[in-house]
């Protein structure tokens, strides 16, 4: 039988997180899961959520008010703000009810403080197991409500093994956390469709057609490398004066005005180009020559992920969980952390041997289909959900590696 499970969205708005679990709800198999959902009404994209919702038709929804978005409290009271942040008790009996009423096993939530605490709440009250997916650093940012939730959660799931050994290093239990790497779906990432849109993003942006294009998808965040990526093209200004770079994500206007000065200091002003937060990346992907993203201790690097999909040569980063992706000279280059100098070698490297660029890209891609598939990682949490449903029975549980190694086997 399937396990019946509810995915907990308390979430403000869907961010890559959310993603990930709307990814998992699509392609479980029906005999995987039962999958319902609980979001909240009062986000900032719940109608864009109903209209999600409903082209999974295997998916039942429904929405409660789980607590007010984060930019509508800015003139709250700091009691007004604690009030109207988290979901009423209405709110919380109505979803326990939820729960009980359609028999749900498995309560999976996200990182977040109103999804974490509110699913191993709910989970305390009605029974079912409480999982918390972590996608996020590990840092003394984390809220008292995260770190409840966390503690007295079932479950939690770490997106690589370098966020399970951190949490270990933090004094969680190891034995309940387990790795599940995130998926990329390579038939949506596929090099060989061409999106609507492809023809006219070097003109939009006064990018000759011949010019090496480096590109990085990110949110602008000082770690996640858009620093060094300028730096980088600063210190090639000369060698390569026809090298373009692309900033894609949503902009943060005094961290973009940080940017526009770095890159004016370093000559290359003219080169740098802001294309803002994309929906669908994929045209400027396949514009892209290389994808430069050397942010330091990513979580995962689903960005890279992504644009491995795309059977592009990607320069990242040696820390975090990308090397649980990349295997440097295989199918990506790993360069150390806040390094301009080391970018820039890579980005040179590569520009300078167009076979060595072709066959990165295709050996990224091959390594996502083999390995970060939807299917693989649905089967992975499948699996994880009956061991829980077991255990909470006093049956047996199946043995499942922490980790998976490139051939499948267990890593070391």
């Not at 003109?203 to 011949?210: A, D, Q, V």
């Not at 949490?381 to 922490?402: D, K, T």
Request: glycine fraction near 8%; charged fraction near 25%; charge should be neutral.
């Amino acid at each position: 039988m399937p396990t019946r499970v509810l995915f907990l969205n308390t979430r403000d708005s869907c961010g890559a997180d959310v993603s990930v679990h709307m990814a998992l709800m699509a392609n479980f198999a029906p005999d995987e899961a039962e999958v319902f959902v609980l979001s909240n009404s009062e986000a900032s994209d719940a109608d864009e959520m109903r209209i999600r919702f409903a082209e999974m038709p295997h998916v039942s929804s429904a929405f409660l008010p789980l607590g007010k978005p984060a930019d509508a409290l800015t003139n709250k009271s700091m009691l007004g703000k604690a009030l109207a942040y988290g979901p009423s008790a209405v709110s919380l009996a109505r979803a326990a009810a939820f729960i009980r009423r359609n028999r749900i096993q498995i309560i999976h939530a996200t990182d977040r403080p109103r999804d974490a605490s509110y699913a191993s709440l709910l989970g305390y009250v009605t029974g079912a197991n409480s999982v918390v997916h972590m996608h996020s650093h590990l840092g003394n940012y984390h809220t008292g409500p995260t770190l409840w939730g966390m503690r007295n959660a079932k479950a939690i799931f770490a997106i690589s093994d370098y966020i399970r050994n951190g949490l270990g290093d933090m004094g969680f239990d190891l034995e309940k956390i387990h790795t599940i790497h995130n998926a990329v779906d390579t038939d949506h990432f596929d090099p060989q469709r061409e999106p609507a849109g492809q023809k006219t993003i070097r003109l939009k942006f006064g990018i000759p057609e011949n010019a090496p294009l480096a590109g990085i998808v990110a949110r602008m965040n000082p770690w996640k490398g858009q620093r060094e990526l300028i730096g980088a093209a600063a210190l090639l200004r000369d060698t390569h004066p026809d090298l373009h770079i692309m900033i894609l994500g949503s902009d943060v206007p005094e961290v973009r005005t940080d940017f526009e000065k770095m890159a004016h200091e370093g000559g290359v002003a003219d080169r740098l180009h802001f294309g803002g937060f994309q929906k669908d990346v994929r045209p400027f992907l396949r514009e892209f020559d290389l994808f430069v993203h050397p942010s330091y201790g990513e979580p995962f690097g689903l960005a890279i992920a992504e644009a491995m999909a795309m059977q592009k040569p990607v320069i990242a980063c040696g820390t975090g969980g990308v090397p649980e992706i990349i295997t440097h000279g295989v199918d990506g280059r790993l360069v150390e952390e806040r390094s301009a100098e080391a970018v820039a070698r890579e980005i040179a490297t590569l520009m300078g041997d167009p076979e060595l660029r072709r066959r990165l890209g295709e050996h990224a891609r091959q390594t996502i289909r083999l390995r970060f598939t939807p299917r693989q990682q649905c089967r992975e949490v499948a699996r994880h959900y009956e061991n829980l449903v077991a255990a909470s029975r006093g049956e047996a549980l199946r043995n499942i590696p922490n980790s998976l190694g490139v051939d499948g086997g267990p890593r070391c």
